[in-house]
């Protein structure tokens, strides 16, 4: 008995080997053969990427720091002139993203864990700067999400430009406000859509509702953090967390309720249902789900050169499964998953970003957390 | 090294126990738990199963036997009157089915290989008959595949009856004849629509196209062993497997093209493509697609009381992967799959067919093959 536990022991021990990167690995996937490349390291749980048209990289460290990392992977100092952030629990700085019109305004956004006057309670705040040589100027709060909670939870989230200039902001439901999900008088469990000034689109679809509040765009959500535009019809794709499984993948449509949490895909820790089941009329269904979870994070459409059978796909970045999902898309089905780099990465992944480069950009969760990236295999 | 190898075929050896069917293990699923029963065994390479309204059931053998099957489980001689039959490699007695208007008619319909004149070619046909006593009476070819060439393979195939009552037969390309099914001149990798006297329903889409075989529906197919229709919107689904992989789930349509082999998800045995890749205008894309293949052979949606969170769901049995895919169904769309059975039961399964009592009941694709039933723990 001894023996054969060290036997296992020594085979579960080489089975956890850590991956060299450096060894050029190749991965042979289904449609593609690719390495797995380390761009830079030494990042404390990276959260949001972003590329700026130089090509420098964008990250933001959820306790608190946002960076500069060269094309080459030089990690530079934080910038300086941060707002105060709460960065407890699953709060922090979240996302990132870069103005359409960059070039022009030279703006960028971060979403962030904003705390209340007392510091008992926070929520999600989105903002705009500039970045002007070591630090941030301009600095102004576009978005704060309402009420703020005592909670150190389901913060989401994701900052997705639409194709009409207009930012979608996707925001958890603090997860101890789970029923303000279901009503519009709050921002809790919502997709929201702003003007990136912070004023509200005329044509938003609540801006008539009486007791709504403007900013909303879609309701009944859990806790966001994927989102990305459809490349060809411009729909929100949307992924959040369900409740002890269930992780939904939405084509998150104006006006729509997603469903938290009233129905869900998510099982009880008993094994028996949450809410009123699967289906409701007047409630959407998710385009897929997870049972059980993967914990799902951020995610992007790929429309890059470099991996041409991949174009049109739906990557998934997942926490606690540690892979990255290749859905097959076709309209507005998912034909097929792959689910790639477990085996050989191993690491909980944030969030997942196309570069400019048309490589696809990773980033471990981890203390010790870095941007990777795939390239096609010679 | 020794002590380790041990260890790990020990340790094998009680992964591959065989499971005691008797023993009433609860297999906790996603959706429902439940136990796997044997009814009958004995059964050699069983393919196609249907009950009578009695609830006795029909199943057929390959090697080219068709026997009745008490509720209880006995199994009874077979029933003579069967039409030569070519039972080698793929071919042999394949499906059954139940006239619905088998109270006033009691015809049932069987599919078979058919040997041609001096045996060396062959194709798929489908027989009706009546059963007295047993013997089966009246017996009537009404459908037989043309041409019939040499082959052993792709027969498909399985008989399931429209809303309507006309009759859908699933038909394999036979393997040396692939590009067939591009063409209508032929019945290879098609989906037929016929009359139960054989005769081709005035409104089938190729009626009027000149030099197209009317009992054409849809083309395009490989080996198409899964058949059923929707229980809501009537549409035939239907499953086929692709090369080296790219097992599909369609919807099929009159007159649609299903691109094989122009278009596959299948691989080559070099990872690389066959035909022109994943798609191309005019030909359809499948709705759900397994990579790698899991050999999937019959399907049954799920419409009884007995499991109430299957009801709707896309149960699709497979040989190789010896599961049962649950596919959770929203409208046209696949939101999920669970895959079911291999560690319980492992065998490779031919079929899946919903009961007259609500169970599932599955057949085992063995030489000592069974009957077997999921039956909700108490
Ligand atoms: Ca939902
Ligand atoms: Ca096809």
Known sequence: MFTRTLAALSLAAALAAPFNLNAKTVVDSER???????????????WG???LPDDTMLVSEREGNLRLVSPDGQVWPPLQGLPEIYAKGQGGLLDVAIDPDYANNGRIYFSYSEPGEDD???????????IQDDKLVDVTRIFSQQPKVKSNAHF?????????????????????QKDDAQTLDNHHGKVVRINTDGSVPADNPFVDTKGALPEIWSYGHRNMQGAAIHPQTGVLWSGEHGAQ????????????????????YGEDYGGGEIGEGFKKAGMETPVYYWLPSLATAGLTFYTGEQFPDWQGDLF??????QTLSRLDIEGERVLHEERLLKDELGKRLRHVVQGPDGYLYLLTDESNGAIVRLVPAD
Chains 1, 2 share one sequence.
């Open 156 to 176: 989401g989230s994701r900052l997705v430009f639409a194709n009409d200039g207009t930012l979608f902001v996707t925001l958890g439901e603090r997860y101890s």
């Open 120 to 130: 008992s309670t926070n929520s999600t705040a989105v903002a705009s700067a500039r």
């Open 316 to 321: 998934v970045a997942s926490l606690k499964a």
């Open 245 to 264: 499984g269930g992780d939904e993948i939405n084509l998150d449509r104006a006006a729509k309720n997603y469903g938290w949490p009233v129905i869900t």
């Open 49 to 51: 990427l972003a590329f």
């Open 32 to 46: 593609a053969s690719f390495t797995i490349e380390t761009v830079a390291d030494g990042l404390k749980n990276p």
